[in-house]
């Protein structure tokens, strides 16, 4: 893969991964009008005020569903105190990352202990990698605590740039900049 054709985010939880993430490519699809985007996004679920789990929401029709929920019924994976929707999860995010002819960008947030407990997510991960046309935008844990994240990471071609309260803006702005340039 050319360098320079996938960028991951990275840095501590609820520095703004996500958020820079949805950022760019809004962004994006502001100035390139006829974007094709495949991927998904996470998002926490407050009630009252408390967090009680994360839902994946598709950037393709905005489709979303529970990732983990401390309220989830039955035997599940637990990541602390949620349990993780595998089925869920997959029946979301294994489809958007199945390449549609007139794609142009991949969006992964992210590549995280939650979304690994899927044994079919990281492979769709890892062949979108090997693609030589694939744009990738993702976000991974700062602390690359799985094979599967190192992976990610020291793949050729991958840009991983860490985030934190002082380069926001900076990091979002170069982002969207080389993403611009890569999609003409």
Same mark, same amino acid.
């Given at each position: 893969m050319a360098a320079g054709r996938s960028f991951f985010v990275t840095g501590s939880p609820g520095i703004g991964k996500t958020t820079l993430i949805v950022k760019v490519?809004?962004? !994006?699809?502001? *100035?390139?009008?006829?974007?094709?985007v495949q991927g998904f996004y996470t998002k926490e679920v407050r009630k009252e005020g408390e967090r009680v789990g994360f839902e994946v929401i598709a950037f393709n029709g905005g489709r979303k569903e529970m990732l983990a929920s401390i309220n989830s019924p039955g035997r599940l994976p637990m990541v602390g105190r949620y349990k993780v929707?595998?089925?869920?999860?997959?029946?979301?995010?294994l489809p958007e990352l199945e390449p !549609?002819?007139? *794609?142009?960008?991949f969006v992964i947030d992210e590549v995280g202990?939650?979304?690994l407990f899927s044994p079919k997510f990281f492979p769709a991960v890892e062949a979108l990698l090997q693609r030589r046309n694939a744009v990738i935008?993702?976000?991974?844990?700062?602390?690359?605590s799985s094979k599967e994240v190192e992976k990610v990471v020291s793949f050729p071609g991958v840009a991983v740039l860490t985030l934190d309260k002082n380069n926001r803006d900076e990091v979002a702005d170069k982002i969207y900049k080389d993403l611009s340039v890569l999609l003409g």
């Open positions: 490519v809004e962004k !994006l699809r502001a *100035t390139h009008p006829n974007l094709k929707n595998v089925p869920g999860f997959e029946a979301l995010a !549609l002819e007139d *794609t142009q960008l202990k939650m979304e935008l993702g976000s991974v844990p700062i602390k690359h």
